[in-house]
């Protein structure tokens, strides 16, 4: 007689599922990065992420517990270039150049087409979906602006860390979201040379 095979928990992948391999939860995370990069946060399922990583749902939410974790996961890669910012403005040490160096190093960003599309998608999906962008904000702040304001030696650091990102923020939005002109076709230099001083002021000035 067949001993009756043990019912698995809900969310939790048998043994023998396909994909189920150390490999599959990066599978799965590059999945959902390009998942979300293209079709946005609320038109992102689980299953479609299953489906492109070629695993069974139970398995990402085995690896990941949620869509909102998953997405959490996803936008720290597509995020990673951003994480360099704070390295950047610091420059070593030096005070002199910080503004100019943190709009370098965000224009820079944005302006590499292979990580604008996915850095748009993650933006938009913020401004549609509170989940997205309460996700979206932890991460900025803890990976990038409190390690910026960390080394600022001014008053009230995190405040001017965070006024310098917004400025550098709207400027994204128009540029690159909303395409107003004239700054949607401006020169990147000539952007950098106009806004460098005012982050500059953020920064450094007391």
């Known amino acids: 007689m067949t001993t009756p095979a043990t019912p698995r928990k809900r969310g939790r992948p048998a043994r023998s599922s396909a994909g189920a391999e150390p490999a599959a939860r990066d599978r799965i995370l590059a999945a959902a990065r390009n998942e979300f990069a293209e079709h946005g946060y609320d038109k992102t399922s689980i299953r479609g992420i299953a489906k492109a990583a070629e695993v069974d749902p139970a398995l990402v939410h085995?690896?990941?517990?949620?869509?909102?974790k998953v997405f959490g996961a996803a936008i720290e890669l597509i995020l990673a270039p951003a994480m360099a910012v704070p390295d950047a403005?610091?420059?070593?040490?030096?005070?002199?150049g910080a503004g100019e160096r943190m709009a370098r190093s965000i224009m820079g960003i944005w302006e590499n087409p292979v990580a604008r599309l996915p850095l748009l998608a993650v933006m938009r999906s913020a401004l549609t979906n509170e989940s997205a962008a309460e996700v979206l904000r932890e991460l900025i702040q803890r990976r990038v602006?409190?390690?910026?304001?960390?080394?600022?030696?001014?008053?009230n650091p995190e405040l001017r860390a965070q006024l310098a990102a917004s400025h550098m923020i709207g400027i994204s939005m128009l540029r690159y979201v909303i395409k107003m002109e004239p700054v949607a076709s401006a020169d990147p230099e000539?952007?950098?040379?106009?806004?460098?001083?005012?982050?500059?002021r953020y920064l450094t000035e007391e």
């Open 62 to 68: 085995h690896y990941f517990g949620s869509k909102e």
């Open 89 to 96: 403005v610091h420059g070593g040490g030096s005070r002199e």
């Open 145 to 155: 602006l409190l390690r910026m304001a960390g080394d600022l030696d001014v008053p």
């Open 190 to 200: 000539e952007i950098i040379a106009m806004v460098g001083p005012t982050l500059q």
